[in-house]
């Protein structure tokens, strides 16, 4: 049987015998409508807020926060619908890119569209490095210490533009997510990223999971704050497949309902093999195609093999959790360090062994193989080779599942 997987831009041809195949699982199709109306009627229908035009009549100023260029939300869509009602206000984005580097101007073309130019002036990216551009907020109800861009704060009113979808130990992007990691502190994402290592962090889940309240709690600050929210649902093509607009968190969990229609996709039992695709743009660095072995292991059998595709186009990405994992010996040292004190990153190393103690983890990427070995993963030069010495390992009977975004769809075994 031959098909192709994605590999950045690209598509790679594969061969598998039928009677290997466990199945082929994508975000599930979903029926599409006009996309432009889509958002239009989410806009024009906000859910238990204002109308947008109302929203912004006696705006002294308005904030938007942005998603970077590591997510695929199609901010460019929406300004294209919003912006003869934005273009005369006093208006600032920032980008939300959490710890992320700085966009690209490509991402920036990407982020802003044909907007880009009029907007350049006004376009803020967010350091979350940079102290003198953070203000304290509070204590989360964890003991988190909050602090975040003084500009998410200063606003009159806030825009926050979004996709949703399941994240790996923050149960949901979107919404809430955006002002925390989004806009926040280096030393605050830290102490709320610590709490990815514990068991009530998964995805899918936000009720009892201490990364989703810090982030509720963040919100919480501003809340005598006007807030428009814009949230969409991609599809597996990422095209727009639904739209939510108004209260914070009333549009982020209609938003959730449609984002489960499309994400969690069941499947009839684990397989010993799993072919796990970070496809563009979520393949940017290996801390970010990580998410892939994550979802990936919800869908493997004991002692089986997890094979991560990613174009890793800029690399790894932050290096400490990479350092982590190349100074140490085996898992158990790993987490020997992490119990020693946390870092930024950490939790990305503790996942990715507890992945390779449940199985082997192999990888098709760019990068370099020592660094890849380095990082607890077999490396391959290609999908099928990985594929075909998977199977010569496991036994001609094993089975293969190939997961074509496995950065955002979570497999549920029926």
């Known amino acids: 049987m031959k098909f192709d997987i994605p ?50 009549s006696d705006a002294k100023d ?23 009602k934005i273009k005369d206000k006093n208006i600032k ?20 569209g044909k907007h880009l130019d009029y907007l350049r002036d006004r376009i803020h990216v967010h350091d979350a490095k940079k102290e003198e551009d953070m203000v304290f907020i509070g204590k989360s109800k964890n003991g988190t210490e909050m602090w975040v861009n ?11 533009i979004s996709s949703v979808e399941p994240h790996y130990f923050g149960g949901y992007t979107g919404g809430r997510k955006s002002f925390l990691p989004g806009i926040a502190s280096y030393k605050t994402i830290e102490q709320n990223h610590k ?37 969409t649902v991609l599809d597996r093509h ?39 695709v970070a496809p563009y743009p979520m393949d940017v660095d290996l801390y970010q195609s990580q998410k892939a072995i994550e979802n990936g292991k919800l869908a493997l059998e004991d002692d089986g093999i997890i094979i ?40 990305k190393a503790a996942r990715i062994v507890e992945a390779s103690l449940k199985g082997e983890i192999w990888a098709v990427t760019d990068l370099n193989e020592d660094i890849t070995k380095k990082a607890f993963m077999k490396p391959y030069l290609s999908i099928q080779e990985a594929i075909d010495s998977a199977l010569n390992k496991k036994g001609r009977d094993a089975k293969v599942l190939f997961l074509m975004d496995g950065s955002v769809t979570v497999p549920l075994v029926q």
């Open 150 to 160: 003084k500009l998410g704060v200063e606003a009159h009113k806030i825009v926050i």
């Open 308 to 347: 991560l595709v990613s174009k890793c186009r800029d690399g790894i990405g932050d290096e400490v959790f990479y350092n982590l994992l190349a100074s140490s010996t085996d898992a158990k040292e790993v987490l020997k360090t992490i119990e020693k004190g946390y870092k930024l990153g950490y939790h």
């Open 7 to 56: 590999y950045g831009k690209e598509f790679i041809s594969i061969t598998i015998p039928e009677e290997n195949l466990a199945g082929v699982v994508r975000p599930k199709e979903v029926e599409i409508g006009d996309e432009k109306n889509t958002i239009f009627q989410a806009i024009e229908n906000p859910i238990n807020s204002k109308g947008f035009g109302k929203f912004l």
């Open 195 to 231: 709490y990815a290592m514990r068991p009530e962090a998964q995805p899918l889940v936000l009720e009892g999971n201490p990364v989703n309240e810090d982030m509720e709690d963040a919100i919480k600050t501003i809340q005598d704050k006007e807030i428009f929210s814009i949230m």
């Open 238 to 276: 990422q095209r727009i497949y639904a739209a939510t607009a108004g209260h914070i968190y009333d549009s982020f969990h209609a938003a959730i309902e449609k984002a489960n229609e499309v994400f969690a996709v069941k499947i009839e039992k684990k397989a010993k093999i799993v072919v796990s």
């Open 62 to 84: 308005v904030l938007f926060i942005v998603n970077d260029g590591t997510r695929p939300t199609p901010t460019s869509k929406i300004l294209d619908i919003i912006f003869d």
């Open 93 to 112: 984005f920032i980008i939300a890119t959490g710890i992320h580097r700085a966009p690209t101007e490509e991402e920036l073309e990407f982020i802003f």
